[in-house]
Each structure stands twice: as C-alpha cells, then as structure tokens.
C-alpha cells in the first residue's frame, strides 16, 4: 500500500523518549494510560512470571510499585473502562491459560475479581468501544488459536459472545477508530 504525499505531511513526526528505568527490569506486557500515570503489569522477568505493578508519574518522571495483581501473569490483556483497569487472561507461572479478570481501583490502590471470560485466552487482543471490553481472539487452554470474541459489560458485570472474526489470530493488536473495533 502506498500513501500519497498528502497523507504522509499531515501525520505529526513522533519519536521515542525514555521516561525513566522500571523498578524491576522485565518485558512489560501491559500498560495504562490513566490522566495521571502509565502502568506497567506483569509479564516476565527472565524465567518468572510476575504479579508486579509500577506506576510511572509523569509529573515526577519517576516509577513506583502499587498493589501487585492477585496473581502472576503473561500474555494477558488490559483495557480501562470508566477510569478502571481491567486485566484479563494470560497464561499462570504454571503454564495455564487463564479466564479470570481482575480490575485495579487506583484510588483504593487494590484489586477485586469480576466475571470471568467465558473462555481462557492468551495472546490476545482487547480493544474498549462504548466503556464495554472486547476479547478477541487468541489461544484457548489448549494452546488452540481462537476467532472467537465476547464483550464485557462493567456495570451488569457479564460477558456475552459477539460475532466471531473470519480467521482465528493469536499476538495481534486491537484498536478503536471511528466507533468500530
């Protein structure tokens, strides 16, 4: 695909900054965006799995630790719904693929586990339309790759299917443009 010239002048030049070191040097797997901070939550450090969370304050360029998840996750999913972050899924330090769901109260600095996915899922994507969550795709339990997708709804604090996408995917992104997914 080629972009015309026009489109390649209206887009800003971006670049890269370094935003100060992690208390613990690992892949980070998720990040947050909240008005105030980034978070950075589990992944792995080396061999091990993590439940940490840093929070990076933009205001003093510096991370700090807040409550770990309540379990050790990789290759899990976030989104933030009504200024709440929502992690999903994964895989456990025992090599299970996970279902569960867990949200993050920054005021409260605390975790509390909400309706489960209907399916355990890893690698996946998640994308937040109408402060609903979308899991899409993915590996299930079986390490068996998904086209599947289901929809969380915060305020019922339930799961319901959606049309499933054409080809099963594992690793990829999810992003919102135009009020479509």
Not at 59 to 84: F, I, K, N, Q, T
Not at 112 to 133: I, Y
Request: charged share 25%; hydrophobic share 35%.
């Amino acid at each position: 695909m080629e972009f015309s010239s026009t489109a390649a002048e209206s887009c800003p030049q971006l670049k890269w900054d370094r935003i100060g070191q992690t208390q613990q040097t690992k892949l980070i797997q998720t990040r947050w965006d909240s008005p105030k901070h980034l978070y950075a939550a589990g992944g792995c450090d080396d061999d091990e799995a993590l439940s940490t969370v840093e929070r990076f304050d933009g205001g003093s360029g510096s991370w700090e630790l807040v409550a770990p998840m309540p379990d050790v996750r990789y290759h899990h999913a976030a989104g933030v719904v009504s200024g709440r972050l929502y992690v999903l899924g994964g895989r456990n330090d025992q090599y299970k693929t996970l279902s569960d769901v867990h949200c993050y109260d920054e005021e409260k600095n605390s975790w509390e586990a909400v309706t489960s996915m209907s399916c355990a899922r890893c690698d996946f994507g998640v994308g937040v339309l109408d402060d609903r969550l979308y899991a899409v795709g993915g590996y299930d339990a079986r390490y068996q790759a998904l086209s599947s997708c289901e929809v969380y709804d915060a305020v019922s604090d339930s799961w319901q299917a959606v049309a499933s996408m054409s080809s099963h995917r594992s690793g990829h992104g999810v992003a919102v443009l135009d009020g479509r997914l």
